[in-house]
Nanobody, 124 residues
Framework: QVQLVESGGGLVQAGGSLRLSCAAS????????MAWFRQAPGEEREFVAT????????TYENSVKGRFTISRDNAKNTVYLQMYSLKPEDTAVYFC?????????????????WGQGTQVTVSS
């Protein structure tokens, strides 16, 4: 009913920038809050950022505050993650997620729809 497709991942040097995009299709009227998570090899999936439908409320994981910005363009059914000052520890597969609720939540169990992920690699 809802499909999410991430793009924009790649290889970047430490201190560099990257912008991830996630395009939603299908029954997009069911999508309210959206989020980004990431998962490094051998580690559990970690919350990164979330945004409500209007874009007026956002929440970030502490390690990315001041470096990452989540935004959305509902006319394009797309959510973005702008990443600055990237560090090697940011290396992971980044997933976008969407919820049928507009309440922000940092738990992956809260989200109803998931993309396939896009790889971000930060070299030192």
């Amino acid at each position: 009913q809802v499909q999410l497709v991430e793009s924009g991942g790649g290889l970047v040097q430490a201190g560099g920038s990257l912008r991830l995009s996630c395009a939603a299709s299908g029954r997009t009227f069911n999508i309210y809050a959206m989020a980004w998570f990431r998962q490094a090899p051998g580690e559990e999936r970690e919350f990164v950022a979330t945004i409500n439908w209007s874009g007026r409320e956002t929440t970030y994981e502490n390690s990315v505050k001041g470096r990452f910005t989540i935004s959305r363009d509902n006319a394009k059914n797309t959510v973005y993650l702008q990443m600055y000052s990237l560090k090697p520890e940011d290396t992971a597969v980044y997933f976008c997620a969407a919820s049928r609720s507009n309440v922000l939540n940092t738990s992956n169990r809260y989200y109803n729809y998931w993309g396939q992920g896009t790889q971000v690699t930060v070299s030192s």
